[in-house]
């Protein structure tokens, strides 16, 4: 393909970056003029004020080692601060006192280290550019010839090529060695549980009482007023141990509880008896990605999610009304015990939070 | 290696070296036994160019030595463990509170330990200017062209290390185990249950059971500490490798040539001045950690999965990934042979990945258009090679787009316009955005090669309006000098490929989408000024 790129015949050889090295290479479609304008080299050299003025050079030289002791200063400063403003338990202007005036002990040591150095090496230093050569990265037609030898040579003495079944069959070892080290990674999650199941389904059972979060107090319908919100998890959440899973459950069972004037509520036929006199109770895990869904707007009763913006319709069991959540939060069905208390009915009737392969 | 110093060094007349000496003696054992005069030889002379811009290469390396050194410092307090504890230190409005024992010794760190909370705030500050420095370097060698052969390889480590940046952030914010930081692994989570087929037991396998479990914490702390570290020291060692074998890229500049680079020796003006600017930025990180605080864990209280805050935000380099999110549409569930596509989440993983896949190979794909197979050490200024810049700000445009969706709220809130106003808005400017800023880039770079060519041809203008004896005013145009007028001409340009049947006589459908790309990227060029064209514009004056 290369050779077809040469098309426009104002075209001039490539610019001999090879340097004897064999092939000039194709300069594809990029124009070279053969009356470029030609590099005029360098510039003459610009002396410094410090190499010029040795009273400049002298005060240059002053400011060096002056910064250089200031950094001295800086790292004894920053040793005597760490003693200077010890931390006192509980008093939280201490740890502000001693991470300022070690920060800033440490920094004027840094930076005038820093500062020092470099302006020696700009003001003082030989000033007059060097210049390297380069040459081509690839290797020199020898070197390469040489190592194409060496690799025959090798399949030669081992008999790599020619001796096809050990070739294969060690290439087959070497694709199957690794292969029990990410077997053995099957242990990152438990054995004996399957997580599909547990996805599918919350802690909530027939009769658990609606508790506060994070309290633990169990609600009455008749606390619940039109208008109002609560954080809500099982009142059984509470004997659940951090070791058993607290957090776990925690994040699957959260509800939010909220009533509005029955005659706000639209409501699907099947689903009229999943609510109590205008309360309703919704997952609180946002079926985008499973942040809790935790800001409630009375006024237009939308669930606003912080995380990504996803808005629900409570009015209309929830349903996304904006955002990037792809399904309506699951509502739990409740409803009242003997007691006046607010209860499950059952688990929700689908799985909560964001959406997975298995879900339907 | 043959360094050539220009002029002739001012020849002091050295008296003969003494044998012995400490210095010597020890020189000498070293070298014996390592034959470290070798690597002196070859590299203390060796010149680097000067270029402010090349600087925030090293700022991103000298970030990393900050964040290792820092990084120590902590694990020698921190507790990478889920276990519940009742915090009991000095910060008065958590104690007693449970907690996991990763957040009690953050907040150990941090109000119980001198100059712990310093080297906490180093650690966050120059983690973030690590990222900050590499997407910025990466800019730079885009934008100059820096990563044409034979570089390209290069450019792909650079880029893979931008991505382990990335993730060594993202790690290293989960640990604390926080309010916050446990929101955004919640949030992880949610995108890797969303992955078809795979994505459950996935989640499942991460998290050591269901979310958020007592596994992720020390997991991510192995990965933080130990496998991302030493995969990207091994990525920068080979990255720095490259450079030595290449040497350093130079802009264009009288002398300068795609055979020679001029800059300073490493030692011992290189050293000094990369030496000291190591020391500058370590001292304003320091500075920074020392005046402003980041991350305060302390006032978002341990992770819980029922409260959550308004106006929570990522770390900003995570940002442009989580305002895709936000940017998908409602209700993209689809349920397909009894299973769940997640295509509110698929979608923007898909988009975002498209793109990192875009910016990873983008040099093959100039290099496969343009054919060009010669070594490229002289950079482009980014207005000589105008579809380029004309991508790369398009690019730019569109990840700032996403960047600004993962503020949407913040941005409702602080203009007062609404939530769907500003989501709407930044939907249509992510398709709308790249293609304005494209125009916008392409046609500034060839006005600006225009008024190149001008000021090459007819010199600058003086501002001094003359009154010819015909009663005509003219405005006296200076000439530039020959070396001011190299940097003005001193490029090569590209033609659109002419399509050519190969030895089969075929054209072949490659060969139909290279020319077609081709015809995209330099159609609309100018051609450098000629030597021709500068002595007819002279005899005009």
């Given at each position: 393909?290369?050779?077809?790129?040469?098309?426009?015949?104002?075209?001039?050889?490539?610019?001999?970056?090879?340097?004897?090295?064999?092939?000039?290479h194709?300069?594809?479609?990029?124009?070279?003029?053969?009356?470029?304008?030609?590099?005029?080299?360098?510039?003459?050299?610009?002396?410094?004020?410090?190499?010029?003025?040795?009273?400049?050079?002298?005060n240059?030289?002053?400011?060096?080692?002056?910064l250089?002791?200031?950094?001295?200063?800086?790292?004894?400063?920053?040793?005597?601060?760490?003693?200077?403003?010890?931390?006192?338990p509980?008093?939280?202007?201490?740890?502000?006192?001693?991470?300022?005036?070690?920060?800033?002990?440490?920094?004027?040591?840094?930076?005038?280290?820093?500062?020092?150095?470099?302006?020696?090496?700009?003001a003082?230093?030989?000033?007059?550019e060097?210049?390297?050569?380069?040459?081509?990265?690839?290797?020199?037609?020898?070197?390469?010839?040489?190592?194409?030898?060496?690799?025959?040579?090798?399949?030669?003495?081992?008999?790599?090529?020619?001796?096809?079944?050990?070739?294969?069959?060690?290439?087959?070892?070497?694709?199957?060695?690794?292969?029990?080290a990410?077997?053995?990674?099957?242990?990152?999650?438990?054995?004996?549980?399957?997580?599909?199941?547990?996805?599918?389904?919350?802690?909530?059972?027939?009769?658990?009482?609606?508790?506060?979060?994070?309290?633990?107090?169990?609600?009455?319908?008749?606390?619940?007023?039109?208008?109002?919100?609560?954080?809500?998890?099982?009142?059984?959440?509470?004997?659940?141990?951090?070791?058993?899973?607290?957090?776990?459950?925690?994040?699957?069972?959260?509800?939010?509880?909220m009533?509005?004037?029955?005659?706000?509520?639209?409501?699907?036929?099947d689903?009229?008896?999943?609510?109590?006199?205008?309360?309703?109770?919704?997952?609180?895990?946002?079926?985008?990605?499973?942040?809790?869904?935790?800001?409630?707007?009375?006024?237009?009763?939308?669930?606003?999610?912080?995380?990504?913006?996803?808005?629900?319709?409570?009015?209309?069991?929830?349903?996304?009304?904006?955002?990037?959540?792809?399904?309506?939060?699951?509502?739990?069905?409740?409803?009242?015990?003997d007691?006046?208390?607010?209860?499950a009915?059952?688990?929700?009737?689908?799985?909560?939070?964001?959406?997975?392969?298995?879900?339907? | 290696?043959?360094?050539?110093?220009?002029?002739?060094?001012?020849?002091?007349?050295?008296?003969?070296?003494?044998?012995?000496?400490?210095?010597?003696?020890?020189?000498?054992?070293?070298?014996?036994?390592?034959?470290?005069?070798?690597?002196?030889?070859?590299?203390?002379?060796?010149?680097?160019?000067?270029?402010?811009?090349?600087?925030l290469?090293e700022?991103?390396?000298?970030?990393?030595?900050?964040?290792?050194?820092?990084?120590?410092?902590?694990?020698?307090?921190?507790?990478?463990?889920?276990?519940?504890?009742?915090?009991?230190?000095?910060?008065?409005?958590?104690?007693?509170?449970?907690?996991s024992?990763?957040?009690?010794?953050?907040?150990?760190?941090?109000?119980?330990?001198?100059?712990?909370?310093?080297?906490?705030?180093?650690?966050?500050?120059?983690?973030?200017?690590?990222?900050?420095?590499?997407?910025?370097?990466?800019?730079?060698?885009?934008?100059?062209?820096?990563?044409?052969?034979?570089?390209?390889?290069?450019?792909?480590?650079?880029?893979?290390?931008?991505?382990?940046?990335?993730?060594?952030?993202?790690?290293?914010?989960?640990?604390?185990?926080d309010?916050?930081?446990?929101?955004?692994?919640?949030?992880?989570?949610?995108?890797?249950?969303?992955?078809?087929?795979?994505?459950?037991?996935?989640?499942?396998?991460?998290?050591?059971?269901?979310?958020?479990?007592?596994?992720?914490?020390?997991?991510?702390?192995?990965?933080?500490?130990?496998?991302?570290?030493?995969?990207?020291?091994?990525?920068?060692?080979?990255?720095?490798?490259?450079?030595?074998?290449?040497?350093?890229?130079?802009?264009?500049?009288?002398?300068?040539?795609?055979?020679?680079?001029?800059?300073?020796?490493?030692?011992?003006?290189?050293?000094?001045?990369?030496?000291?600017?190591?020391?500058?930025?370590?001292?304003?990180?320091?500075?920074?950690?020392?005046?402003?605080?980041?991350?305060?864990?302390?006032?978002?209280?341990?992770?819980?999965?029922?409260?959550?805050?308004?106006?929570?935000?990522?770390?900003?380099?995570?940002?442009?990934?989580?305002?895709?999110?936000?940017?998908?549409?409602?209700?993209?569930?689809?349920?397909?042979?009894?299973?769940?596509?997640?295509?509110?989440?698929?979608?923007?993983?898909?988009?975002?990945?498209?793109?990192?896949?875009?910016?990873?190979?983008?040099?093959?794909?100039e290099?496969?258009?343009?054919?060009?197979?010669?070594?490229?050490?002289?950079?482009?200024?980014?207005?000589?090679?105008?579809?380029?810049?004309?991508?790369?700000?398009?690019?730019?445009?569109?990840?700032?787009?996403?960047?600004?969706?993962?503020?949407?709220?913040?941005?409702?809130?602080?203009?007062?316009?609404?939530?769907?106003?500003?989501?709407?808005?930044?939907?249509v400017?992510?398709?709308?955005?790249?293609?304005?800023?494209?125009?916008?880039?392409?046609?500034?770079?060839?006005?600006?090669?225009?008024?190149?060519?001008?000021?090459?041809?007819?010199?600058?203008?003086?501002?001094?309006?003359?009154?010819?004896?015909?009663?005509?005013?003219?405005?006296?145009?200076?000439?530039?000098?020959?070396?001011?007028?190299?940097n003005?001409?001193?490029?090569?340009?590209?033609?659109?490929?002419?399509?050519?049947?190969?030895?089969?006589?075929?054209?072949?459908?490659?060969?139909?989408?290279?020319?077609?790309?081709?015809?995209?990227?330099?159609?609309?060029?100018?051609?450098?000024?000629?030597?021709?064209?500068?002595?007819?514009?002279?005899?005009?004056?």
């Open positions: 393909m290369a050779q077809d790129d040469n098309s426009g015949t104002e075209l001039a050889a490539a610019d001999s970056s090879d340097h004897g090295h064999g092939t000039a194709a300069v594809g479609t990029a124009v070279v003029a053969r009356d470029a304008v030609q590099n005029p080299g360098f510039p003459p050299h610009r002396p410094r004020v410090t190499d010029l003025d040795p009273k400049k050079e002298k240059a030289e002053r400011a060096v080692y002056t250089f002791y200031l950094s001295i200063v800086g790292s004894v400063w920053a040793i005597a601060a760490y003693m200077a403003f010890p931390i006192v509980e008093d939280i202007a201490s740890v502000r006192a001693n991470n300022l005036f070690i920060g800033l002990g440490l920094a004027l040591a840094l930076l005038a280290l820093g500062i020092g150095a470099v302006h020696w090496g700009k003082l230093m030989h000033a007059e060097g210049i390297d050569e380069r040459h081509p990265v690839r290797g020199t037609v020898e070197t390469r010839a040489r190592a194409i030898e060496i690799f025959d040579e090798a399949n030669q003495e081992s008999g790599f090529g020619r001796r096809s079944l050990i070739r294969n069959s060690l290439i087959g070892a070497l694709i199957a060695f690794p292969l029990p990410v077997v053995l990674f099957r242990g990152l999650a438990p054995e004996n549980q399957n997580p599909v199941d547990l996805l599918k389904h919350t802690m909530w059972e027939a009769g658990d009482k609606l508790a506060r979060d994070p309290s633990g107090v169990p609600i009455k319908a008749a606390d619940v007023t039109v208008g109002s919100v609560f954080h809500v998890i099982p009142e059984k959440l509470a004997s659940v141990g951090h070791t058993e899973g607290y957090l776990e459950e925690k994040a699957k069972a959260i509800v939010l509880l009533r509005l004037k029955p005659e706000d509520l639209v409501e699907d036929e689903r009229k008896a999943w609510s109590y006199d205008g309360i309703v109770a919704y997952s609180k895990v946002c079926t985008h990605v499973g942040c809790p869904v935790a800001l409630y707007e009375q006024q237009t009763h939308h669930l606003l999610c912080p995380c990504h913006q996803s808005q629900f319709d409570v009015t209309n069991h929830c349903a996304v009304i904006f955002g990037p959540a792809a399904r309506p939060l699951p509502q739990l069905p409740i409803a009242v015990d007691e006046g208390y607010l209860v009915q059952s688990d929700f009737k689908e799985p909560v939070g964001p959406s997975f392969w298995e879900r339907h | 290696m043959n360094t050539v110093t220009a002029p002739a060094e001012p020849t002091t007349p050295t008296p003969t070296k003494k044998s012995g000496g400490f210095t010597a003696t020890a020189s000498n054992y070293i070298d014996e036994r390592t034959s470290i005069s070798t690597a002196v030889k070859e590299l203390g002379r060796k010149i680097f160019p000067d270029h402010w811009s090349f600087l290469g700022v991103a390396l000298y970030s990393f030595v900050i964040i290792l050194l820092s990084g120590t410092f902590l694990t020698f307090f921190f507790q990478a463990s889920m276990a519940e504890v009742h915090y009991e230190g000095s910060y008065v409005p958590l104690k007693g509170i449970e907690m024992a990763a957040m009690a010794s953050t907040l150990d760190i941090s109000f119980d330990v001198r100059g712990g909370l310093l080297m906490r705030q180093v650690h966050h500050w120059a983690a973030l200017l690590f990222v900050a420095s590499i997407g910025l370097h990466m800019l730079r060698i885009f934008f100059t062209g820096a990563f044409r052969k034979p570089r390209e390889l290069n450019w792909v480590i650079g880029f893979v290390l931008f991505i382990l940046a990335m993730a060594e952030g993202f790690t290293g914010y989960s640990l604390p185990d309010l916050l930081s446990g929101n955004g692994l919640r949030i992880i989570d949610g995108m890797v249950k969303g992955i078809p087929v795979i994505g459950t037991w996935t989640s499942f396998l991460l998290f050591g059971g269901e979310f958020p479990g007592t596994d992720i914490v020390g997991r991510l702390y192995s990965l933080h500490i130990l496998l991302l570290p030493a995969i990207i020291l091994v990525l920068i060692a080979l990255h720095l490798l490259f450079v030595v074998v290449h040497k350093h890229t130079q802009f264009s500049g009288p002398g300068r040539t795609q055979q020679n680079v001029v800059g300073y020796p490493i030692l011992p003006v290189y050293a000094a001045k990369a030496g000291g600017f190591f020391f500058i930025v370590f001292g304003v990180v320091m500075l920074i950690a020392s005046l402003f605080t980041i991350n305060p864990v302390w006032n978002y209280g341990p992770y819980d999965p029922s409260p959550v805050s308004a106006g929570t935000q990522p770390d900003w380099y995570i940002g442009f990934a989580d305002g895709v999110l936000r940017l998908a549409p409602s209700n993209w569930d689809i349920v397909l042979f009894d299973h769940t596509f997640s295509f509110g989440i698929l979608i923007p993983l898909a988009v975002v990945g498209l793109f990192i896949v875009l910016v990873l190979i983008y040099p093959f794909i290099g496969w258009i343009t054919g060009d197979k010669r070594e490229h050490h002289i950079l482009d200024r980014p207005r000589n090679a105008a579809t380029r810049t004309a991508i790369g700000s398009a690019g730019v445009t569109f990840y700032a787009v996403l960047w600004a969706a993962a503020s949407s709220d913040i941005i409702a809130t602080h203009f007062k316009v609404t939530m769907e106003g500003v989501i709407h808005t930044l939907q400017l992510l398709f709308v955005g790249p293609v304005l800023a494209y125009f916008i880039a392409k046609r500034t770079c060839l006005a600006l090669q225009k008024k190149d060519r001008s000021i090459a041809l007819h010199g600058y203008e003086s501002g001094r309006i003359v009154r010819l004896p015909g009663g005509e005013y003219i405005e006296v145009h200076e000439p530039v000098d020959e070396y001011e007028r190299w003005l001409v001193g490029h090569e340009s590209y033609q659109p490929l002419m399509i050519r049947p190969n030895s089969r006589g075929r054209i072949t459908v490659a060969q139909r989408t290279r020319a077609a790309l081709s015809r995209w990227f330099f159609e609309d060029r100018i051609d450098p000024v000629t030597q021709g064209e500068l002595e007819s514009s002279h005899d005009h004056h």
